[in-house]
T-cell receptor, first 110, second 116 residues
Framework: GDSVTQMEGPVTLSEEAFLTINCTYTATGYPSLFWYVQYPGEGLQLLLKATKADDKGSNKGFEATYRKETTSFHLEKGSVQVSDSAVYFCALFRDDKIIFGKGTRLHILP | GAGVSQSPSNKVTEKGKDVELRCDPISGHTALYWYRQRLGQGLEFLIYFQGNSAPDKSGLPSDRFSAERTGESVSTLTIQRTQQEDSAVYLC??????????????FGPGTRLTVT
């Protein structure tokens, strides 16, 4: 069945560092891909999405490109802030439901 | 406006008891979803509603789990004869779209269930 694999956390970086969180998926066809984020004490929220191959989703300085050749959707940000500390979930949409990865906890040190 | 709300926020119950978890979606949202997140695991899909009907119940882990939705609004997830492996955070989400457009989902804060 369809699945999403993302890098294990926690990931700890200093402020202004470059961030990459790896995500790969297994699915038939070309499902829509997402990154969701959960800030401390808050509910999950959609961060960005890409609905077809080669699309780039972006929001709040984060980007991810839908790569069908490598079945990947890695999350990147050029300069992270303390306020980016959260848990990030990579996900795909299939048959009216979202399939999530296990989540990657990100800590940003001032 | 008001987001998705869930109650209770925390529930501790003894093994073998029944529990009922409630979700109030965003007003007007047609689709409603239940997910479960066990410690160290990703979110698992449980069930989704389109209006008051549930086209996909494939994620319910056993017949001890059931859910209903009334008035295209509130939904309740019921777990009968709870077991320790049911301990998890149960998340509800709603979407203004249905079918292939329902990927943008708005999540509630979750109910943390602990079975002792």
């Amino acid at each position: 069945g369809d699945s999403v694999t993302q890098m294990e956390g926690p990931v700890t970086l200093s402020e202004e560092a470059f961030l990459t969180i790896n995500c790969t998926y297994t699915a038939t066809g070309y499902p829509s891909l997402f990154w969701y984020v959960q800030y401390p004490g808050e509910g999950l929220q959609l961060l960005l999405k890409a609905t077809k191959a080669d699309d780039k989703g972006s929001n709040k300085g984060f980007e991810a490109t839908y790569r069908k050749e490598t079945t990947s959707f890695h999350l990147e940000k050029g300069s992270v802030q303390v306020s980016d500390s959260a848990v990030y979930f990579c996900a795909l949409f299939r048959d009216d439901k979202i399939i999530f990865g296990k989540g990657t906890r990100l800590h940003i040190l001032p | 406006g008001a987001g998705v709300s869930q109650s209770p926020s925390n529930k501790v119950t003894e093994k073998g008891k029944d529990v009922e978890l409630r979700c109030d979606p965003i007003s007007g949202h047609t689709a409603l979803y239940w997910y479960r997140q066990r410690l160290g695991q990703g979110l698992e899909f449980l069930i989704y509603f389109q209006g008051n009907s549930a086209p996909d119940k494939s994620g319910l882990p056993s017949d001890r789990f059931s859910a209903e939705r009334t008035g295209e609004s509130v939904s309740t997830l019921t777990i009968q004869r709870t077991q320790q492996e049911d301990s998890a955070v149960y998340l509800c989400a709603s979407s203004p779209q249905t079918g292939q457009q329902s990927y943008e989902q708005y999540f509630g804060p979750g109910t943390r269930l602990t079975v002792t």
